[in-house]
């Protein structure tokens, strides 16, 4: 029989990083949320390195002999599955005031919480897991919330920022997408 | 003009006045069926309980065991690979008290054991143990008490159900509607195989918004879609005029199916899926690609792209990416969209990453595209909470008495690309079904489905 996963994930991490560099990476993540809410998605965009991947995968309901293939897999179909050129047409498709799903635009607030960091093999790169959840209301009475984990990579760079992102892994606690469209950012 | 009305068995509803609801030789159709809540009712059971359903790719259940979990409407089903090679479907519900034999979406199973009371089911749905079966069911005949079975065919790929007993077979069904199908799925040696993960979003809207829009509406193109079209233009890639581009809409001869398309200028058809997915995939070579298609397909299907095609009542393909898609419905005001992808078995790995890339960013709940679509459908849908907006008719004239046989080399009931003379074919389709009363599980008596 299948064991459940409960004690694999009960570790806690290696080494826990300083107090200054959680506070600092922290700080960078309601920075980058305060852009999106905001609506100063160019900016956001600013954010994200040219090497970054953007991905967030399906999600199913597996049995106990299948529960690895939960996620949907890189060479399947992905909610998003993004390149620094795919984002920046997105970010085109909304400057242009016709992407009608996000004109006028919706209102956002992203939460971030439960930040977890490890250092990475290269001294300036860092992954950090965190939660978050996504309120979004827009039109008249249309609501979303949205909960899950994203999965990101920093690299630390001289900017403004101090950060750029890499990569970002979004883990929606969904299967079934509650919401008519997802025309906002994670 | 035909004037109908059905009165349903009195117990289970009101009269429900379909006169009038659609007019095709005036033009007009009347919103009341995409809100009204009697006669959704009567839809689950003239309309999907007689037509063939879309259930699965033949690829995604491979190996005998794969199961894949759907809907018919909004009965819950499970498709099996038989040992023998073949497919059963058959309801998600245990014959003892209801509940579902399969709670998971998709996998390989020995069996389907009910978590309420222990009732297993084989891979064929036959019922094959009870708990405690001496004491609690002595002399049961489980042979009889198997899970309801529906009747599945296949056609190129494309697994299909009803539990119509009385349908045509699947290829008739299909009929004339076949020529523009094989577009899709018969555009390369080997056919098609699903790419894998399938998207499922909620959409507050009826299932006839969706069904409808890519059985005939190439119009609203140019306006919901303007913003992914104009962020896309490049020097490279320089936007196309859509009023120079040649097209064209088909409506089946029967059946309510329905497609259209352009004419892709030379050199056009992967350019604008290459700009939509935001670059080229490395080793990808469109030209060997749109050479293969043509070549296979052998006549003016060649030169086809932005397909648009609906199989009545609720499957539709969007070729322009290459997504596949079943419109499931959730009650008048609702559908769950349940979305994969489709590419050329005989495709390179290059291509087939360019495919799912350019699916997955254009049409998906994500997508530049289709993010769009929910926004309009949803909107249409609130106003018809409004008793004055149900009762005001829409305007579906668009192309009428402007059809043409055999035209451009394209044959059957040709219109051109901007046309509703599709659409009016789906609603046609869903008039005659919903005003004949013959055949349904109510005439068959058929609420019961005892045990034979």
């Known amino acids: ?186 | 003009m035909m004037t109908v009305i059905i009165r349903r068995n009195e117990k289970r509803s009101p009269n429900v006045d379909l006169s009038d609801v659609f007019d095709e030789q005036a033009g007009t159709i009347s919103p009341v069926i995409y809100s009204d809540p009697d006669i959704y009712q009567m839809e689950l059971e003239r309309i999907f309980s007689r037509s063939w359903l879309f259930i699965a790719h033949e690829t995604h259940i491979p190996k005998a065991g794969d199961y894949f979990s759907t809907y018919m409407a909004e009965d819950p089903v499970i498709a099996v690979r038989q040992k023998d090679g073949g497919v059963r479907v058959f309801l998600n519900q245990c014959r003892h008290r209801g509940m579902k034999i399969c709670r998971t979406d998709s996998g390989n199973a020995k069996a389907f054991t009910c978590t309420y009371h222990g009732w297993a089911y084989d891979i064929g749905g036959n019922l094959v143990q009870v708990p405690l079966e001496e004491q609690s069911f002595p002399g049961l005949d489980k042979s009889k008490w198997g899970a309801r079975q529906a009747r599945v065919e296949s056609y190129k790929g494309l697994i299909f159900a009803t539990w119509n007993e009385e349908a045509p077979a699947l290829a008739e069904y299909l009929g004339d509607f076949r020529y523009y199908l094989d577009t899709v799925l018969d555009a390369s040696e080997g056919g098609t195989e699903a790419i894998g993960g399938i998207v499922k979003w909620i959409i507050p809207c009826n299932w006839k918004f969706a069904a409808e829009q890519f059985c005939s509406d190439m119009y609203h193109g140019t306006m919901s879609h303007t913003s992914p079209i104009t962020a896309a233009i490049t020097e490279e890639f320089p936007a196309l005029d859509p009023t120079a581009l040649s097209g064209f809409q088909f409506r089946a001869s029967n059946g309510g199916h329905g497609t259209g398309f352009f004419e892709a200028p030379a050199g056009t058809s992967w350019g604008f899926r290459i700009v939509q997915a935001a670059g080229l995939v490395e080793g990808f070579d469109p030209e060997a690609a749109h050479s293969r298609q043509a070549a296979h397909l052998g006549d003016k299907r060649g030169t086809i792209f932005s397909q648009h095609l609906s199989i009545f009542p609720n499957f539709s393909v969007f070729n322009g990416a290459s997504t596949a898609r079943v419109w499931h419905p959730r009650g008048p005001n609702e559908i769950e969209v349940w979305a994969f992808g489709l590419v050329d078995k005989a495709a390179s790995d290059a291509e087939k990453e360019q495919v799912r890339l350019m699916t997955l960013r254009t049409f998906s709940a994500a997508g530049t595209w289709e993010q769009d679509d929910g926004e309009n459908w949803v909107e249409v849908q609130r106003v018809l909470r409004g008793h004055e907006a149900r009762q005001t008719k829409f305007n579906i004239q668009m192309g009428a008495g402007a059809t043409r046989n055999e035209g451009a080399d394209f044959p059957g009931t040709i219109s051109n690309a901007y046309a509703e003379e599709a659409a009016r074919g789906l609603y046609a389709q869903w008039f005659k079904l919903m005003s004949d009363e013959e055949g349904t599980s109510s005439k068959r008596g058929a609420y019961v489905h005892a045990a034979e």
Do not use: C
């Open chain 1, 1 to 186: 029989m299948p064991q459940n996963n409960v004690a694999t994930n009960t570790q806690l991490p290696k080494a826990i990083v300083s107090p200054e560099l959680q506070q600092e990476i922290e700080q960078f993540l309601y920075f980058e949320a305060s852009l999106l809410d905001d609506h100063l998605i160019a900016d956001w965009m600013s954010l994200m390195a040219a090497d970054i991947r953007y991905f967030m995968p399906l999600r199913t309901n597996r049995g106990p002999r299948e529960r690895d293939r939960e996620f949907s897999g890189s060479r399947d179909i992905a909610y998003f599955d993004e390149s620094k050129a795919s984002l920046d047409l997105r970010l085109r498709k909304l400057q242009t005031g016709l992407a009608w799903a996000e004109e006028p635009p919706s209102r956002t607030r992203h939460m971030v919480t439960n930040v977890r960091i490890t250092a990475l093999a290269n001294p300036t790169e860092y992954e950090v897991k965190s939660a978050f959840l996504l309120y979004r209301n827009r039109a008249e009475t249309q609501t979303d919330i949205f909960a899950g984990e994203r999965i990101d990579g920093l690299r630390r760079i001289e900017s403004v920022a101090g950060f750029e992102i890499f990569k970002r892994h979004i883990h929606l606690d969904q299967s079934t997408l509650l919401a008519n469209n997802l025309s906002i950012f994670f």
